[in-house]
């Protein structure tokens, strides 16, 4: 089973500082992703990464920025967070390549993240 | 502009009756479409998918089903158990897209009453 730890679990911060959300995973697979939940919208994707160094942009990427110096971590961050950036995000990883791949995502725990 | 929609924001159902979950899509583009479950403070977790060349699949007493030609998809839960009781998501991936780019529907949360 793959293992995903996001850190903080719970965070409550106020408006116009900087917050850093980390994902980690233990079995270096390539795919990463950042997703926020919020109520009535579903799932959206805000940033993905398919290899060190290499990220894009996702649905809601304004506000967000990420970093992957490691295959290991995905490092989401907001650089000035507002009260719409109020979530929860999620972390998922991509465990299967090529023919292997249906687009069957694992994620994490979530980090719920409140900006007063 | 919403490609993937679940117009159902809740569904009610007794325990041991069927339950169906809906969704329809826009994009021709698709390639496979899955189906998560979510509990409260937990993160989605993967339940079935299908290919956009299949029109059912089955595992257990989950079943999906895909009209391409109306661009709906459906699960069905057979029976279903007070433990089905979560919010199930839609997703769909676009072919050629980023591995395993989804994107997901708002969600119905089902309720299975004992």
């Known amino acids: 089973d793959a293992g995903i730890t996001q850190s903080p679990r719970h965070k409550v911060t106020e408006t116009g500082t900087p917050v850093t959300l980390r994902c980690h995973q233990t079995?270096?697979?390539?795919?990463m992703y950042w997703y926020r939940q919020d109520p009535g919208h579903g799932l959206r994707l805000i940033h993905y990464?398919?290899?060190?160094?290499?990220?894009d942009k996702g649905e809601v990427s304004d506000g967000y920025s990420v970093s992957r110096s490691k295959t290991e971590d995905f490092l989401l961050t907001l650089e000035s967070a507002t009260s719409s950036q109020t979530s929860v995000y999620f972390c998922?990883?991509?465990?299967?390549?090529?023919?292997?791949?249906?687009?069957?995502?694992?994620f994490g725990e979530g980090s719920r993240l409140t900006v007063l | 502009d919403q490609q993937v929609k679940q117009n159902s924001p809740s569904l009610s159902v007794q325990e041991g009756r069927i339950s169906i979950l809906n969704c329809d899509y826009t994009?021709?583009?698709?390639?496979?479409f899955l189906w998560y479950k979510k509990y409260p403070a937990e993160g989605p977790t993967f339940l079935i998918s299908?290919?956009?060349?299949?029109d059912k699949n089955e595992d257990g007493r989950f079943t999906v089903f895909l009209n391409k030609s109306a661009k709906h998809l459906s699960l069905h839960i057979v029976p279903s158990q007070p433990g089905d009781s979560a919010v199930y998501f839609c997703?769909?991936?676009?072919?050629?897209?980023?591995?395993?780019?989804?994107?997901f529907g708002k969600g119905t949360k089902l309720s299975v009453k004992p």
């Open positions: 998922a990883i991509n465990t299967k390549q090529g023919g292997a791949n249906t687009g069957e995502l694992f």
């Open positions: 079995e270096n697979h390539r795919y």
């Open positions: 990464s398919y290899g060190v160094k290499d990220t």
């Open positions: 994009n021709s583009m698709f390639d496979y």
């Open positions: 299908i290919s956009s060349i299949k």
């Open positions: 997703a769909a991936r676009v072919y050629g897209g980023s591995q395993g780019n989804l994107i």
